[in-house]
């Protein structure tokens, strides 16, 4: 059991149904439980959906790793490329061993010295020094605009505060990752341009309302499409006062570094949608997936979801919301988004459950989301929490964390962005 608090969540039949549902959907996106399926290995071959790739055609084999969850996917391809594989780099937010590739335990949702340095160590190692026979594997996992970070222009600290104001903008993740694109030497294509000539092999998991591949982690071996006047736009757009219009660069427009790249959605948001609506499905209950492009502001999203109400019938949907901070309480958009639909909730109570989770695990908190009804409801009143005042100053945290309603798994191996659930009963 992925939840580690579901028996304390599980205080109703309705709500072990959902947390059953949620907890099958995340352990099937486990890169233990699907990696056998998507990369197979025949001696020297490498499979990867439809294409075959003989691996004693290359002179070296590289592999470059970065983003929550990339580091079980390396250690997979480490245990099965063997002495194929010359040398690896990887950064992630969890901890994990390997013989050959060199690992740095890196931060999120902020970039840090430790995110930089490594970032710096794989331009210096790759840099002009590759071959049209050599291979490059490239696994991009969400996360991986703050892990894999290179800015062009501004330091450690510049761009620390650039990251912090977007957080807090109320910018999508498709603005902020424009806007990232044109501060960075490595994002929107120019990591492909850093290893051309060689062979790339890019593995992606999405993270990404829509599963944009430029997009996913700014985009580090993909064509950017987006200009610096755009990223201008949205410094405008949001009143970025931290960044100066001078630190944007142009990203790599030339074809050529793109041409030898063959590029592999791994996993996205669907996946854990549809394995949620097989299980409840399986249960007997109507399952509908909505999107798996959802976004918009949690109160606007809230609004939509209370007005869902028919009985018997469980909704899914995926995307990611956006939050303008305003307050200075502890918070993520998960446990906002449910907030606000408690706030929805308790002006016209029915009986229905909401759930928003972040499927790495980490919702900006020990959470990962939360979850929400009539007896979340019952237990604020009883504690004269007023979901006002916790909403004016962003702490959703502290609201679930006081009425126990926030859902714990710890930090997990795969990001596909958020996904919610609600169920009328």
């Known amino acids: 059991m992925l939840i580690r608090n579901f028996n304390s969540l599980a205080l ?49 084999v590289y592999l470059i790793s970065y983003g929550k969850g990339s580091s079980l996917i390396s250690k997979y391809l480490e245990e099965n490329l063997g002495d ?25 949702p902020l970039p840090s010295k430790e995110n930089l340095e490594f970032t710096e160590k794989v331009v210096k190692r790759f840099e002009g020094k590759l071959k049209e026979n050599d291979l490059v594997i490239v696994i991009t996992c969400g996360g991986g605009s703050v892990l894999f970070e290179k800015p062009a222009k501004v330091g450690l600290e510049e761009i620390i505060k650039i990251n912090e104001e ?12 424009t806007v990232r694109k044109h501060l960075s030497l490595v994002k929107g294509g120019g990591l492909a341009k850093i290893l051309y000539p060689a062979k790339i092999i890019s593995l992606i998991l999405s993270d990404i309302p829509g599963d944009d591949i430029s997009f ?17 736009e949205i410094v405008k757009k949001f009143n970025l006062k931290t960044l100066k219009e001078e630190w944007l660069i142009e990203t790599p427009k030339e074809d050529i570094y793109f041409e030898n790249i063959d590029y592999f959605l791994l996993l996205s948001n669907k996946d854990i949608l549809n394995e949620i609506k097989n299980f409840l499905k399986k249960e007997g209950f109507e ?14 999203i809230a609004e939509k979801f209370k007005d869902l109400k028919t009985e018997n019938k469980i909704y899914l949907c995926g995307g990611e919301t956006t939050v303008e901070v305003k307050g200075k309480g502890i918070g993520g958009r998960n446990q906002e988004l449910v907030l606000w639909f408690l706030k929805f909730l308790k002006e016209e109570p029915r009986n229905t459950i909401f759930i928003s ?18 007896l979340s409801l019952k237990k604020a009143e009883e504690m004269n929490l007023n979901i006002d005042e916790f909403l004016q100053n962003n702490d959703s ?21 958020d996904i919610m659930i609600l169920a009328n009963f």
């Open 397 to 417: 945290f502290n609201f679930f964390k006081k009425i126990d309603d926030g859902i714990i798994t710890g930090k997990l191996s795969s990001n596909v962005s």
């Open 84 to 108: 194929f594989l010359k040398e690896g780099y990887v950064i992630d937010t969890k901890e994990a061993d390997f013989k050959k590739i060199y690992f740095t335990l890196g931060a999120h």
């Open 166 to 177: 977007l957080l807090k903008s109320g910018a999508d993740i498709y603005e902020m990752n």
């Open 216 to 232: 996913i982690a700014s985009g580090p071996t993909v064509k950017d499409e987006t200009t610096v006047k755009e990223a201008i």
């Open 12 to 60: 109703t039949k309705e709500r072990e149904l959902l947390l059953k549902a949620l907890n099958y959907g995340l352990e099937k996106i486990q890169p233990e439980n699907y990696l056998k399926e998507k990369i197979k290995f025949y001696e020297s071959v490498l499979e990867i959906s439809d294409k075959t790739y003989d691996l004693g055609n290359f002179e070296n």
């Open 287 to 300: 399952t509908e997936i909505l999107t798996y492009t959802l976004s918009g502001n949690v109160k606007e």
């Open 357 to 374: 989770f972040n499927t790495d695990g980490i919702d900006n908190t020990e959470f990962g989301g939360a979850l929400g009804d009539l």
